[in-house]
């Protein structure tokens, strides 16, 4: 169907796009990018499919969004998923739980099968890097749909070579700042540890929502000089049991803390997990959907340019979990498109 013809009041076409929209990877400004990976997952596996749970659930979604008018307009295209990656992440996935299972049993460690791994994720990293660095290029907007929070390694890095500084906006449970999470250099808990050790174009990290942590991860914080800034769950619910500190309160300090182009990482898992139940590893007492809207849109509201966006962990197991998943990538796709003066 034709723009021209599209009517964003009508009911959706299930035309293998995000929410039916109009578009092809020619006529988008932003494209999605499943990213079917999954290798080092800890605990409940799914999310290597989740884009098409959240692309077939997207169909159920209304296109008006109460903080920008004619989003729809953006012009949103999602990749099809390509098989032959979630065929690796399965194969790897395997490797990678025969290496847990022995670590758990406290059996001898075959440093030849975690080696496989390692290299499998540096090739999905490289996958990454060159599929997004070829869409910027064409100018495109590019969000990536994981797969698990591993997966915007590359990602970042094709945005370094474009932006010589920029901040994460990091809405998560979990901080992600392991080194070499049982033993897998490129595992979904080392994703920010990875990133700030490697991309010197990452200046800051703000990390929001966060109520699972070791103290590995905090003293890495700590001493990282400012460059990562820790917003807990407990913190942000004292501000509000107290009247002391509000949620606005809370999202101005947080943009402020931001360089003038935003990259956002938002693993569902940030959410409370009555909203993402088959997610990885979800953790009790998160977000709600409305807060991480909030927030985002206080980027937006303060001039800062969103340069590019992932969304991780969302599970399969439920149509609900891909209903969820599908509303928080719409308002990421149109926060990056209006921050990018698209419509
Ligand atoms: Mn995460």
């Keep these: 169907?034709?723009?021209?013809?599209?009517?964003?009041?009508?009911?959706?076409?299930?035309?293998?796009?995000?929410?039916?929209?109009?578009?092809?990877?020619?006529?988008?400004?932003?494209?999605?990018?499943?990213?079917?990976?999954?290798?080092?997952?800890?605990?409940?596996?799914?999310?290597?499919?989740?884009?098409?749970?959240?692309?077939?659930?997207?169909?159920?979604?209304?296109?008006?969004?109460?903080?920008?008018?004619?989003?729809?307009?953006?012009?949103?295209?999602?990749?099809?998923?390509?098989?032959?990656?979630?065929?690796?992440?399965?194969?790897?996935?395997?490797?990678?739980?025969?290496?847990i299972d022995a670590l758990e049993s406290q059996q001898p460690i075959d440093a030849e099968r975690l080696e496989q791994v390692n290299e499998a994720s540096e090739s999905l990293n490289n996958w990454v890097y060159r599929k997004?660095?070829?869409?910027?290029?064409?100018?495109?907007?590019?969000?990536?749909?994981?797969?698990?929070?591993?997966?915007?390694?590359?990602?970042?890095?094709?945005?370094?070579?474009?932006?010589?500084?920029?901040?994460?906006?990091?809405?998560?449970?979990?901080?992600?700042?392991?080194?070499?999470?049982?033993?897998?250099?490129?595992?979904?808990?080392?994703?920010?540890?990875?990133?700030?050790?490697?991309?010197?174009?990452?200046?800051?990290?703000?990390?929001?929502?966060?109520?699972?942590?070791?103290?590995?991860?905090?003293?890495?914080?700590?001493?990282?000089?400012?460059?990562?800034?820790?917003?807990?769950?407990?913190?942000?619910r004292a501000g509000a049991y107290t009247h002391k500190k509000s949620f606005d309160a809370y999202c101005q300090e947080i943009v402020n803390k931001l360089p003038q182009k935003v990259y956002i990482s938002f693993d569902i898992d940030g959410l409370d997990p009555k909203l993402c139940p088959n997610t990885g590893t979800p953790v009790p007492d998160g977000l709600e959907m409305n807060e991480t809207f909030y927030l985002i849109h206080q980027v937006v509201a303060s001039g800062r340019k969103i340069i590019g966006f992932d969304l991780s962990e969302v599970g399969t197991a439920t149509e609900w979990d891909g209903n969820v998943g599908a509303r928080v990538l719409y308002k990421l796709c149109n926060a990056a498109g209006v921050s990018n003066g698209l419509v």
């Excluded at 959706?12 to 109009?22: K, R, T, V």
């Excluded at 998560?172 to 010197?200: P, T, W």
């Design 1 to 99: 169907m034709s723009v021209e013809k599209f009517d964003p009041s009508g009911y959706a076409i299930h035309n293998d796009n995000f929410i039916g929209l109009p578009y092809d990877e020619q006529s988008a400004n932003l494209i999605l990018v499943p990213v079917p990976w999954e290798a080092t997952v800890s605990y409940a596996a799914g999310t290597a499919q989740a884009a098409q749970n959240i692309l077939d659930a997207s169909y159920q979604l209304d296109l008006l969004d109460w903080d920008y008018p004619n989003a729809w307009k953006i012009g949103i295209y999602m990749q099809p998923m390509e098989g032959i990656v979630l065929q690796k992440s399965e194969e790897t996935r395997a490797l990678a739980t025969q290496h």
């Design 132 to 236: 997004t660095k070829a869409l910027l290029e064409q100018g495109k907007l590019v969000g990536l749909v994981g797969g698990d929070h591993s997966t915007p390694f590359g990602y970042l890095q094709a945005l370094a070579e474009q932006h010589a500084d920029f901040g994460i906006l990091q809405i998560d449970a979990h901080c992600d700042l392991r080194k070499a999470y049982e033993g897998f250099e490129y595992s979904h808990a080392s994703i920010f540890y990875n990133v700030l050790e490697q991309n010197k174009a990452v200046s800051k990290l703000v990390q929001v929502g966060i109520r699972d942590a070791c103290e590995e991860e905090i003293e890495y914080a700590e001493a990282s000089q400012n460059r990562v800034e820790i917003y807990t769950m407990p913190m942000l």
